[in-house]
């Protein structure tokens, strides 16, 4: 096996020199550097790792705790979040919190005793025990999708990344209004998700904004989840006087909402129409072709990754909250005509970017 004494003798360096350049523990000349790399392409030599590590204090490994793996969107973020570290030569450690504030503080404390550099995080909905314990130990976080309300400290402070769920929730809104429609229900997520929060918020809005009253009973929450996505969708069907349109906050609701359409024999958008949040690769398979939010999924993995490497480059900078944009892929579900699409995948469109994760 090829060693660093041998990479050295090869370039003409010391040993010394060879490990500058692995690790940039110390500026090398460009014409020295240029060398070493082209003896260790040369000779076909792999750093060792742990070695490596204890010359960095730093194992280029990142900790993603991401639940509902399983969920397309959720796959999404972690091809965004893999493509990003490999980008730049960082390993995933992944776990799933399964969205319960116990197994998250859990999961999360296993993947710091492997001695990852730093972590990517989905939070719960109580992430209280998590925050304490990744401020504690001052470990270098992103949050990543669900932002978190919690107080910075002088030697710890977290960036965060997601996409607007307020602006696109109001839009479906007063596009079902325009339709004609004045019972807008919502199938809403798990209470405590800042998702949650802001796309019942735009769901205001946009009532507002059409002139239509907030009625509590059309609200019901499902939990995020496929059955309750059901539970809740039946709720409101079985309403005295149920709603004409609805609106879905996520993917996996959408799917339950559709379950319990099909049991009850209503058609979308028929007896029914139908907008949700959450676009997903088969959502223009539905017959109709579902009309969906489309959040940036990979560019929020990646963002997030970039967001975490210059917290480790610069670990007091100030705190970031950065803001994706939301397309809209417009079909057919919610009772418009069928119209042709624009050829390729809606883009992330713009982000705003704040300077502090309260903002």
């Given at each position: ?66 639940s509902a793996i399983s969920n397309p969107y959720f796959t ?284």
């Open positions: 096996m090829t060693t660093m004494a041998d990479v050295a003798r090869s370039a003409g360096v010391s040993v010394a020199t060879v490990s500058h350049v692995l690790n940039s523990t110390r500026p090398v000349l460009p014409h020295t550097r240029q060398a070493v790399l082209d003896a260790i392409e040369q000779l076909g030599y792999t750093p060792n790792g742990p070695a490596r590590s204890l010359v960095t204090a730093r194992t280029r490994s990142i900790g993603l705790a991401v999404e973020i972690l091809q965004g979040v893999e493509a990003g570290a490999l980008e730049h030569g960082y390993s995933l450690l992944i776990a799933d919190p399964h969205d319960d504030p116990e197994h998250e503080h859990t999961v999360v404390q296993l993947l710091h005793e492997r001695r990852v550099d730093g972590m990517i995080v989905a939070p719960s909905a109580d992430p209280g025990a998590l925050l304490a314990y990744l401020a504690r130990h001052r470990v270098p976080a992103v949050f990543l999708d669900r932002l978190v309300d919690a107080p910075e400290t002088d030697d710890w402070r977290f960036d965060q990344v997601c996409a607007d769920g307020c602006e696109p929730t109001a839009g479906l809104v007063t596009h079902l209004a325009e339709l004609g429609h004045r019972r807008i229900g919502l199938v809403a997520g798990r209470p405590g998700f800042s998702t949650t929060r802001e796309r019942l918020t735009g769901y205001r809005h946009g009532l507002a904004t059409a002139g239509l009253p907030f009625d509590e009973r059309l609200v019901v929450h499902g939990d995020s989840e496929t059955a309750g996505g059901e539970r809740a969708t039946d709720a409101l069907l079985s309403l005295a006087v149920p709603p004409t349109g609805l609106i879905t906050a996520n993917n996996t609701m959408t799917i339950g909402a559709l379950r319990a359409l099909r049991r009850r024999g209503l058609s979308v958008p028929g007896d029914l129409a139908l907008c949700c949040f959450d676009d997903f690769a088969w959502a223009d398979l539905f017959s109709p072709r579902l009309t969906a939010v489309a959040q940036p999924s990979r560019e929020l993995g990646a963002r997030a990754v970039r967001l975490l490497l210059e917290r480790l480059d610069a670990p007091d900078r100030p705190a970031r909250t950065v803001r994706l944009d939301c397309s809209l892929a417009h079909r057919t579900s919610c009772g418009c005509p069928e119209r042709p699409e624009p050829p390729g995948p809606p883009g992330p469109g713009g982000t705003t970017v704040s300077p502090s994760t309260t903002s």
